[in-house]
């Protein structure tokens, strides 16, 4: 009988990740969300992309795509979505050494909380990314495999580690703000039941962040910013123009930072949200880039420890009580 091998996927607008255990390792794929049609590449793939044919047309993905080829669209049947999650796959068994001819592949991935509470979109994305039950020829960095998806499990965004630590949430009320590339998304779980009325999802991501701070560069400074230099700003926390760094530019990230923050809250505030007599929880990259913020207003709220993995976590152990 084939062995059956766990895949949790969440591709985001900012960065893609899935995890995958087996033979007593976890194997990990990461690389960001952008790619863009090639012709004949001939250059080096670095670390941190990769080279993929499939359907007769070439694609990079990954570290070496510009900024300006991030993907904004909310279409999760999209190409972008499709050959990220089968980067993934193809990257999980290539490092594990793992021919797909040998074993029965589950796939659990995820879709935004809005499409989950609509069965018909859940069910299209669903038939999507399982290639309407055809088998899948793929192709990363010149090594190619064929492999099919059948029953994949979709979950959704905003999860956080709740299923994952399902005995420590039983009893408690959790509040998981996930605050992704494209979106921030909002869920109350009674004990580790989401609670459908609460789920909620807000246009107030990182992306949307870095607009803002961009608009506040180009008015307070007269200095045009491009999407790579914004990626560094938002890194670095400050704007350096021909070398020289701006000293202003810091405290001018941070208030919009702040306000950013404050929005999400505010957001949250509209639907609902008292935050009283519960447990707060915040994952998502984007937790990463404003837990300073996210100390200063919720100083008892926990930032989950790596929280851009927050949700894959929580797709494996779906996963395996699914399967195991």
Known sequence: MKEEILIACDVGRHT?????????????????????????LGIEVQPGSYHIKYEGREYLIGDMVSEEYSSFDL??????????VYTCITDLLQKAKLNPQNVILRLACNIPINMYKDANLKQRYKEFIENNGSSILFSVNQKTILFALTDVTIAFEGMGVVFKQMDNHKNQLTISIDIGGLNTTLCTFNGIQPNFDSMSVSNLGINVLKGKIGKAINERFGIAVSANDLEQILHNGFLSHRGVVNDDSKLLISKVKRDFFLNIIQ?????????????IHFCGGGSLTLQEFIKEEFPNAKVVINPQFANLRSFQSILEVKYK
């Open 16 to 40: 893609s990740k899935a995890l995958m255990n087996y033979d007593g390792k976890t194997f990990i794929s990461m690389f960001r969300t952008k790619i863009q049609e090639v012709d004949r």
């Open 267 to 279: 957001f949250a505030q509209s639907r609902g949200y008292t935050f009283n007599n519960a447990d």
């Open 75 to 84: 279409d999760k049947t999209s190409l972008t979505q499709k050959v990220a």
